[in-house]
């Protein structure tokens, strides 16, 4: 079933399809990356494919390969119930400047996942409409998922946001809010309210 | 005094109007507590919205790089705290994928079982907190009393009643308790008068079904390209559920229904899994006639499963297979797979990479809420704004697994 699709994909695009393997029943093909976007929209408009959905977009880290990255997208026909792993092998052993086009044009789920990925991997997608960080926040410094990213790392605290027309004022006055917990780790030896407790 | 019935102008009648920004959640009861959504109202219809997670971000899949494969399992309850058995038995079936190992018949079941009435816990969470959300205090009592039932019985057959961390790799942690079918049956039974009393209460009540009909609609076309497994696809009238169109352990020889919609608004989205809860129950009751009184509940692979402890301290050979399992972690062959379950809310799935050494090199889980709420936007805009809670209940985001 899927493996006819295989080889279907490796009739349409000879040179693109660099790898192939089949690992426990999971049809894979690893394609030439520049040529990702095009295999996905044939993926998806071929009837005797006919990936309805793209049921996950995520990425891979092989810090020590290069290219570093692989982008591992997983289709899924509705219509035919096959599934196929399509990857594409991006980045210098950097990490910088990687980039791949996006699929949002082609499958709606393509938003989220790949604003995940350029989040927690730091991939870019090319074209897509709104590549902001997803789990993370703006101010997050590196990308989380990268084997090169200590999970001990801590971030730094982040300063108000300036945003413009909105008037903020601090949660707590100088002499509101709770004088214990949380609060009292903030306060050094001298400042007014050392009497409070 | 100026007369009131002055000679007005229409056109100064109508008040000069701005968009409004309006900001909900994180922190708001009816965001679940983990999702923020800045929406431009113009008087009630929402124009534009922007839906934000990640408030719940733990770092799951970087925290699973750093132990073996049986520390994940305490990792994947906390993805989807509403049932965590089914996040439990997915992990499991993965590395089982890999490694190309299949638990006995007894443990297929047992799982089955288990899992069904962690779904049927999820459903009635969700249906429960639907009606709250919408006023209907007392359902939400009623469902989640039969929720409580369910982790009592889970509590009696793991130890605890939400984060089991239950799985293991090849088998359970424990076989069934000799009470369980008794205790299993019993629950079932009961949670099904609860809908049977929950459906005479909401579904003759206009007010419940005036919030959820025809609000929230999404269409087939939608839902597929957004990526919707679950209750929310089957709600839009595609009848893909995991366990039929590709049955796991042993839900090719179960007799069950998928039950659809064929409109996909919220309304749907509650039915659904009022539908599945009775099918779950049908399931459940298979599973404990097949659920075999004894045999072995783990497989005989050494490399896979702790021998047991008398042998631990009775036998130099127990003792070194236990060292090496607990200390190196047990090893999967190096490669990758995508192993797919239902989970509570669709396609649950894992790919996991292994180098082939104990730890794992990535685990991916493809969370179904994430995908889910990645549609909320679609849903909400040109809604009303009060529309919002119902919509969203209906799509039943769970946190952990949203943000992970």
């Known amino acids: 079933m899927a493996k006819a699709l295989v080889e279907l994909i490796k009739q349409k695009f000879p040179a693109d399809v660099l790898e192939t393997h089949s690992q426990r029943g999971d049809e894979t093909i690893v394609v030439y990356a520049p040529r990702w976007k095009d295999i996905a929209r044939f993926l998806r408009d071929e009837p005797r494919a006919d990936m309805t959905m793209l049921v996950d977009l995520t990425a891979v880290d092989f810090p020590d390969r290069s290219p570093r990255f692989e982008v591992v997208a997983h289709f899924y026909s509705l219509s035919k119930g096959h599934r196929l792993r399509v990857k ?45 960080r997803i789990l993370t926040y703006p101010e997050f410094e590196g990308h989380p998922l990268r084997k090169d990213y200590p999970a001990e790392r801590i971030q730094p605290l982040v300063p108000y946001r300036e945003v413009p027309d909105i008037h903020k004022v601090p949660p707590f006055g100088k002499d509101e809010g709770m004088a214990f917990g949380r609060q009292t780790h903030a306060r050094g030896p001298n400042t007014d309210d050392d009497d409070v407790n | 005094m100026e007369p009131i019935d002055q000679e007005l102008d229409p056109a100064e009648i109508e008040l000069p109007t701005e968009p409004m920004l309006l900001n909900v959640g994180p922190a ?77 018949e007894r443990c297929q079941w047992y799982r089955m ?10 459903h009635l969470t969700c249906d429960g907190a639907m009606a709250m959300e919408l006023g209907a205090f007392t359902p939400f009592l009623w469902m ?53 009393e929950v459906e005479k209460l909401l579904l003759g009540n206009r007010i419940f079904l005036d919030r959820l009909e025809n609000v929230g609609v999404v269409s087939v076309e939608d839902a597929v390209s957004l990526g919707w497994t679950g209750p929310c696809l089957r709600a839009c009238g595609v009848p893909y559920d995991v366990r039929k169109a590709h049955p796991y352990l042993k839900y090719g020889e179960v007799e069950f229904d998928v039950p659809v919609g064929h409109r996909g608004d919220s309304f749907d989205r509650f039915m659904v ?8 129950a049908r399931i459940i009751r298979q599973c404990l006639v097949r659920l075999a009184d004894s045999g072995p509940v783990n497989v005989a692979d050494p490399r896979v499963i702790l021998p047991p402890k008398e042998e631990v301290y009775s036998s130099i050979e127990g003792t070194i297979q236990h060292f090496k399992i607990v200390m190196e972690g047990l090893k999967l062959p190096a490669g990758e797979v995508y192993s797919y379950t239902e ?17 794992p090199y990535r685990v991916r889980i493809r969370p179904p809420c994430f995908y889910v709420t990645g549609g909320l936007e679609r849903v909400i805009t040109g809604a009303m704004m009060a529309d919002v809670v119902p919509s969203f209940g209906s799509l039943n985001m769970i946190g952990g697994e949203c943000d992970r």
């Not at chain 2, 305490?74 to 058995?85: E, G, H």
Request: aromatic share 8%; glycine share 12%; charged share 25%.
């Open chain 2, 273 to 280: 899994r009022i539908d599945e809860l009775k099918q779950s």
């Open chain 2, 144 to 196: 989640i009393k039969g929720r409580e039932m369910i982790w009592d019985l889970m509590e009696e057959e793991t130890g605890a009643r939400l984060t089991h961390s239950f799985g293991r790799v090849g088998g359970m942690a424990h076989p069934p308790t000799d009470h369980f079918k008794a205790n299993a049956e019993a629950v079932t039974a009961h949670i099904l008068e609860i809908l049977d």
């Open chain 1, 88 to 132: 594409a092998r991006v980045g210098d052993s950097q990490g910088e400047g990687v980039e791949i086009e996006t699929l949002t044009d082609i499958w709606a789920s393509a938003n989220w996942a790949e604003r995940e990925c350029w989040d927690m991997f730091g991939i870019r997608f090319s074209g897509h409409p709104d590549l902001r």
């Open chain 2, 28 to 104: 708001h009861p009816a965001m679940h507590g983990t999702v923020r959504i800045v929406m431009e109202l113009s008087g009630e219809s929402i124009e534009r919205c922007d839906v934000q997670v990640g408030y719940l971000h733990r770092g799951f899949e970087k925290m699973c790089e750093r132990g073996t494969w049986t520390q994940v399992f305490p990792y994947v309850d906390r993805c989807n705290y509403v049932s965590p058995m089914l996040n439990n038995v997915g992990f499991a079936l993965a590395c089982e994928k890999l490694l190309g190992i299949e638990v006995p």
């Open chain 2, 343 to 359: 989970g509570g809310n669709g396609e649950l799935g894992f790919y996991i990479v292994s180098d082939g050494s104990g730890t």
């Open chain 2, 113 to 122: 079982a288990l899992g069904e009435l962690a779904r049927m816990s999820d």
